[in-house]
């Protein structure tokens, strides 16, 4: 998916702390992201394990701490999310020691300096995995939700959903349409991201400035001048700051209702694309028509419809109709689980 040669040219760098702002919550903005604690192995004693180590991280980097003011309790999920009160950090991974060296055991022969970035990352997730809630515990439980795909599977997602020799753009504009908040320029070259940029990369052919005060009408220059600089753009997403907020933390149709209001431009939009979002306008509106309907039928009723909707999604993914069918789940589900992480 990553090329290891990967081409990162023309970035600017306020779009750059912009995007990573939107990717992580709200609450990990701090100077303090996160905190380690290594414990002693608990080998089924009574009592939580032993504090050994706590480090804390983020960019303000301040290391290992003295553990004697720590509140430390355990590792049940209200002690985890009180010892993250406690040290002022969002978030807090609870380690025993024998895992940190399985960890590196199992991972160490597997992990390879030419491995895709990507691939590194489900080796390691997938090791991680098996030790969560028995030997490793995280506030909050991020971890927990993420799947663990094959990279072959990942990849062929990837190669079905996105041509080779094709760009993909991704716009925010600030909500004053003064300037961007956030740009991505992605180019897919012989099955791999070979170019991230930005759109300093295309700023001769259109200035941010002008681009922001009526993006509505001038996003296909941006297209254009992706074609002729990168590739022929494949997907192009534009929309604004707020609009963005209220996707990552409304309801699950909230998507389909800033596309009804055209506050959202997708252009290019692949057909697979499209097919999902026509569903999901479709079921956000079936599911409001859906609850006054079910009121209205006897329970049994009720259960075999239910019933009926669960075994045609499962065949449509079975049948590899569904365009996340290879990958095992629905990212568009996951992102919905991952939304309260996003709320304030």
């Not at 080779?164 to 925010?172: E, G, I, K, N």
């Not at 699950?252 to 800033?258: A, C, F, H, I, P």
């Amino acid at each position: 998916m990553i090329d290891p040669d990967l081409r990162l040219t023309d970035l600017d760098r306020r779009h750059w702390e912009n995007g990573w702002r939107l990717v992580v919550p709200r609450r990990a903005w701090g100077a303090r992201a996160w905190a380690l604690a290594v414990v002693e192995d608990a080998a089924g004693g009574a009592g939580p394990p032993a504090l050994h180590r706590v480090i804390l991280g983020g960019p303000a980097g301040q290391g290992q701490l003295d553990l004697a003011p720590i509140p430390w309790r355990g590792v049940e999920r209200t002690d985890l999310e009180q010892l993250a009160r406690a040290l002022g950090v969002p978030a807090v991974i609870v380690v025993e020691k024998s895992a940190l060296r399985e960890l590196s055991r199992t991972l160490e022969p597997q992990l390879d300096a030419h491995q895709d970035l990507f691939a590194q990352g489900l080796l390691a997730l997938r090791a991680i995995k098996p030790m969560l809630g028995a030997r490793l515990w995280t506030h909050p439980p991020v971890l927990d939700l993420l799947p663990t795909p094959s990279y072959e599977n990942v990849q062929r997602t990837f190669d079905l959903l996105v041509p080779d020799d094709t760009s993909m753009l991704f716009y925010v504009i600030e909500d004053d349409r003064q300037k961007l908040h956030t740009s991505l320029l992605i180019r897919k070259r012989r099955g791999h991201v070979d170019t991230i940029s930005t759109h300093r990369a295309l700023r001769h052919d259109l200035a941010e400035e002008d681009l922001a005060r009526s993006w509505k009408t001038s996003y296909p220059r941006v297209l254009a001048a992706a074609g002729a600089r990168l590739a022929r753009p494949s997907l192009g997403l534009f929309l604004e700051h707020a609009t963005l907020q209220r996707i990552l933390t409304g309801p699950g149709d909230q998507l389909s209702r800033e596309l009804s209001a055209k506050r959202v431009i997708l252009d290019p939009a692949p057909a697979w694309l499209l097919g999902l979002l026509g569903g999901a306008t479709v079921a956000a509106v079936a599911g409001r028509g859906a609850r006054v309907l079910a009121s209205m039928l006897p329970q049994a009723a009720r259960q075999r419809a239910s019933g009926l909707a669960q075994r045609a999604a499962l065949a449509m993914k079975e049948t590899g109709v569904h365009p996340f069918a290879l990958l095992g789940f629905d990212p568009l589900h996951l992102l919905t689980q991952l939304q309260q992480f996003y709320r304030p």
